[in-house]
């Protein structure tokens, strides 16, 4: 069983930053990756940065050069760096593991950006 919990979320005004935290336990695969996706309210799901185990990243158009993802391998953990943030950046943020040789994945329970001044 893998658990995914979330931490960092909360209410920023425009410009400002914050750090969400996903800490990974259970089963941790060889070759995988974790990432950080959002909703937004009467949208769908999309992803917003992946860090895969050797440290790949990918990151959504709307988000580059602003959010910065990266991970500690020996802690499990994630972490989604989030400057000049934007109100049309609130969202809730899941986290999301997975293996990168299955379909194994998992998602953390959400965590609310709320950016407004």
């Known amino acids: 069983q893998v658990q995914l919990v979330e931490s960092g979320g909360g209410l920023v005004q425009p410009g400002g930053s914050l750090r969400l935290s996903c800490a990974v336990s259970?089963?941790?695969?060889?070759?995988?990756?974790m990432g950080w996706y959002r909703q937004a309210p009467g949208k769908q799901r999309e992803l917003v940065a992946t860090i895969t185990n050797v440290g790949r990243t990918n990151y959504a158009d709307s988000v580059k050069g602003r959010f910065t993802i990266s991970r500690d391998n020996a802690k499990n953990t994630a972490y989604l760096q989030m400057n000049s943030l934007k109100p049309e950046d609130t969202a809730v943020y899941y986290c999301h593991y997975g293996s990168l040789l299955s379909s194994n994945d998992y998602w953390g329970q959400g965590t609310r950006v709320t950016v407004s001044s």
């Open positions: 259970g089963r941790i695969f060889s070759i995988d990756a």
